[in-house]
């Protein structure tokens, strides 16, 4: 390019650093980073967000950190973006302390989260169980002018499912229908089954007419289909090996004979039909 009088730009630069971070290759990325910075134009906010992207896919948060502290030294303004890929793995991982010690010196330093921000914020703290992070979460991106959509509202839903808050998660799926969001099918069946399963039947019956109120559709999961499924299997079976002691304990006296049983409960309903018809046969002998 130079020996027909064409200075690389970022144009050319980026693309290239970009795919070198991507494959985990930082040190052919960073000697690209020093060819340029010799150049007039120098690097972009694309160009340090590329290597960000890079060091937090790898897991590497100090390599990321040093090229967030190099970006800003050099009087580049990191975007939602740039704090975006860290806020990506500390949801990915759990990382909760580290996600809310960022997101806190993030507003701190006058930088303004965005919609997705907030998004991976409420799916690391929902994934974790911590309600009240998360409730404070979603106060501060509605104070911002952001209102919940329709995937953090659902796992806010399901987390308050979850811990058995069922008022919370009514409130909830009612201020979705409200804002015009349609909750999912899945969201509003698991909701529906646990109201059911506590006795809040009334509120069960409120939920059913919001839902028939805005066109849905009524597919589930295959995955949920089969728990439900895997469910009533377990319940079956549990039924039928209390049915089956039962019966043991009514017709055998003899408490060595119980003792065989004790052991192999995955075996006791075949064991205890097979007593009980050893006892029937030693009857009719005697």
């Known amino acids: 390019m130079r020996s027909e009088g ?15 971070g991507e494959a985990g290759k930082f040190k052919e990325a960073l000697g690209m980073m020093e060819h340029f910075l010799v150049l007039e134009s120098g690097p972009t906010i694309s160009t340090y967000n590329s290597l960000v992207k890079g060091y937090c896919k790898a ?34 991982f759990g990382k909760i302390e580290e996600g809310m010690n960022l997101y806190t010196k993030m507003i701190e330093s006058g930088y303004t989260p965005d919609r997705l921000t907030f998004h991976l914020l409420l799916k690391m703290l929902c994934d974790e169980g911590r309600l009240d992070l998360a409730v404070q979460v979603s106060k501060e991106m509605r104070s911002r002018g952001l209102d919940m959509d329709l995937a953090t509202s659902t796992m806010l839903i399901h987390l308050l499912c979850n811990l058995h808050k069922f008022k919370e998660a009514f409130a909830e799926f009612e201020d979705m229908i409200r804002r015009g969001l349609v909750p999912q099918y899945l969201t509003f069946q698991r909701m529906n089954d646990e109201l059911r399963k506590q006795g809040m039947t009334e509120m069960a019956h409120k939920l059913c007419n919001m839902m028939s109120s805005v066109p849905h559709s009524t597919n589930l999961p295959n995955t949920y289909v089969r728990e439900r499924d895997a469910s009533h299997a377990r319940r079956k079976s549990i039924i039928q090996k209390a049915e089956a002691m039962s019966d043991l304990l009514k017709t055998c006296s003899d408490p060595r004979e119980l003792a065989k049983y004790r052991s192999s409960p995955e075996n006791v309903v075949s064991r205890a039909n097979q ?3 050893d006892i029937k046969r030693k009857a009719n002998i005697q």
Not at 7 to 15: D, G, L, M, R
Not at 66 to 90: A, D, E, H, Q, W
């Open 275 to 277: 007593l009980v018809e």
């Open 59 to 92: 897991g590497d948060l100090v390599g990321a950190s040093k090229i967030l502290k190099m970006m800003i030294s050099r009087g580049c303004v990191p975007t939602p973006t740039t704090y975006n890929y860290f806020f990506r793995y500390f949801s990915k």
């Open 6 to 20: 064409i200075e690389p730009n970022a144009i050319v630069y980026n693309p290239i650093i970009d795919a070198l």
